[in-house]
């Protein structure tokens, strides 16, 4: 598993971007992938998961209603769509892929590079 995250940006607080993780040695087809987010001067908090087929997601509060999570496993490739975004989504956000096929309360196994998004108000 090789992650490659992308699709962050400048965008004013309202608006919407989705996100991508891609696996370039297009092996995660059977691994819960998550993305995860990083503000300056905070810790990394969980934002949303996707078990290996896509049945069973999970969100964390601050995020429920106004972020989707979805896979294309055929493109190796994990999605975070963000609407009505507020400035305190601005953070690096990273993808990160479990060993598991399902998430478990450990931290990902591979994690991809962040990629910046940035919320104005």
């Known amino acids: 598993v090789q992650l490659q995250a992308s699709g962050g940006g400048l965008v004013q607080a309202g608006g919407y971007l989705r996100l991508s993780c891609v696996d370039s040695r297009r092996t995660f087809s059977n691994n819960a992938v998550g993305w995860f987010r990083q503000a300056p001067g905070k810790e990394r908090e969980f934002v949303a998961s996707i078990s290996w087929k896509g049945s069973v997601t999970t969100y964390a509060d601050s995020v429920k209603g106004r972020f989707t999570i979805s896979r294309d496993n055929a493109k190796s490739t994990v999605y975070l769509q963000m609407n009505s975004l507020k400035p305190e989504d601005t953070a690096n956000y990273y993808c990160?892929?479990?060993?598991?096929?399902?998430?478990?309360?450990?931290?990902?196994?591979?994690w991809g590079q962040g990629t910046q998004v940035t919320v104005s108000s």
């Open positions: 990160g892929a479990w060993l598991s096929s399902y998430r478990n309360r450990g931290s990902p196994r591979y």
